[in-house]
């Protein structure tokens, strides 16, 4: 497997990083996840726009076009064929010694590696979800490399058995460990606004266009966990998700949502991107 690491392909076992690297120090860094379907890329310009932003909240000199050629470069070592994949782009603050400031004249970190994810096959799949607190920052906006609770919050789904974590804030639907949640609920569809408490998700968005495409009324509204009994569908979206139904939401031992099976807004929209990626 070969890595990108500033400036040149490199097998991974010699890719290595100082220690004194602040994204290994401090978690003081920024990724992404583009995918790529048979080798082509979806959504490329939303997901580098989106890093573009995070390194200017955070102060990160790079100018993201540099990352372009790298890209393509990717997928082609990556040596997918029609395979799926993805590509991990991750940019840390850099090299100095430990300070809590921003240090002057660091050159940051970039490491760019392409991966084989099954992106398709998401239709067929159905879900249960743990709801859970939402304790991280209240920077849900920026891709921060720091992600030790959404990684606490995630494994606690895993060890019980669930797909994925849901997070609330005070009672508030926010978003999942790793995905963005949708609701149905009278044939017309929520989600959590954009804000500081959720990732501005690049599927959610192209979901929110299909929706308008698809004349499904959309509101960028949030739903409360006490409003789940009046849900008739949930899904989740996401780079590695796809749009995936949900069959369950269960917290502290509770039932808060339970279906047989996805409902058919769920997979009206499904089909509309299985149809966008293909
Ligand atoms: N996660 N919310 C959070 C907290 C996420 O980490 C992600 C993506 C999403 C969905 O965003 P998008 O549609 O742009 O992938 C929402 C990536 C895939 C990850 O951490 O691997």
């Given at each position: 497997?070969v890595?990108y690491?500033n400036?040149?392909w490199l097998?991974?076992e010699h890719a290595?990083i100082?220690?004194?690297?602040r994204g290994?120090?401090?978690?003081?860094g920024?990724?992404?996840v583009?995918?790529?379907y048979s080798?082509?890329?979806?959504l490329?310009?939303a997901?580098?726009?989106?890093?573009?932003?995070?390194?200017n909240?955070?102060h990160i000199?790079?100018?993201?076009s540099?990352?372009?050629p790298?890209?393509?470069e990717?997928?082609?070592?990556?040596?997918?064929?029609?395979?799926?994949g993805?590509?991990?782009i991750?940019?840390?603050?850099?090299?100095a010694?430990?300070t809590h400031?921003?240090p002057?004249?660091?050159?940051?970190?970039?490491?760019?590696?392409a991966?084989?994810?099954a992106?398709k096959?998401?239709d067929k799949?159905f879900?249960d979800?743990l709801?859970?607190e939402d304790y991280?920052?209240?920077r849900?906006?920026?891709k921060?490399?720091?992600?030790?609770?959404n990684?606490?919050?995630n494994d606690?789904?895993?060890k019980?058995?669930?797909?994925?974590?849901?997070?609330?804030?005070?009672g508030?639907?926010t978003?999942?460990s790793?995905s963005s949640?949708?609701?149905?609920?009278?044939?017309?569809v929520?989600t959590?606004?954009?804000?500081?408490?959720i990732?501005?998700?690049?599927t959610?968005k192209a979901?929110?266009?299909l929706?308008?495409?698809?004349d499904v009324v959309?509101h960028?509204?949030?739903l409360?966990?006490?409003?789940l009994?009046?849900?008739?569908?949930v899904?989740?979206?996401?780079t590695?998700?796809?749009?995936?139904?949900v069959?369950?939401?269960?917290?502290n031992?509770?039932?808060?949502?339970?279906?047989q099976?996805?409902?058919?807004?769920?997979k009206?929209l499904?089909?509309?991107?299985?149809?966008?990626?293909a």
């Amino acid at each position: 497997e070969v890595v990108y690491l500033n400036g040149e392909w490199l097998r991974q076992e010699h890719a290595t990083i100082s220690v004194f690297d602040r994204g290994f120090i401090f978690g003081d860094g920024l990724y992404e996840v583009i995918p790529f379907y048979s080798g082509k890329f979806f959504l490329k310009d939303a997901h580098l726009n989106r890093l573009r932003y995070g390194l200017n909240q955070v102060h990160i000199d790079f100018d993201v076009s540099r990352l372009k050629p790298v890209l393509e470069e990717a997928v082609t070592k990556v040596k997918l064929g029609e395979q799926d994949g993805a590509v991990y782009i991750q940019i840390t603050r850099g090299v100095a010694p430990r300070t809590h400031y921003y240090p002057e004249n660091v050159t940051p970190t970039i490491l760019v590696y392409a991966f084989p994810v099954a992106l398709k096959g998401f239709d067929k799949r159905f879900v249960d979800v743990l709801i859970t607190e939402d304790y991280r920052w209240h920077r849900c906006d920026i891709k921060a490399t720091s992600l030790i609770a959404n990684v606490a919050m995630n494994d606690e789904a895993i060890k019980n058995g669930f797909h994925e974590t849901i997070l609330h804030r005070q009672g508030v639907i926010t978003e999942g460990s790793h995905s963005s949640i949708f609701f149905v609920v009278n044939n017309e569809v929520y989600t959590h606004p954009e804000g500081h408490y959720i990732l501005p998700g690049i599927t959610r968005k192209a979901v929110i266009d299909l929706c308008k495409k698809l004349d499904v009324v959309i509101h960028e509204d949030p739903l409360k966990i006490d409003q789940l009994s009046e849900v008739d569908e949930v899904f989740l979206t996401g780079t590695t998700t796809q749009i995936l139904g949900v069959k369950s939401m269960i917290m502290n031992g509770e039932v808060c949502f339970k279906k047989q099976e996805a409902g058919e807004i769920t997979k009206r929209l499904q089909h509309a991107f299985i149809a966008l990626t293909a």
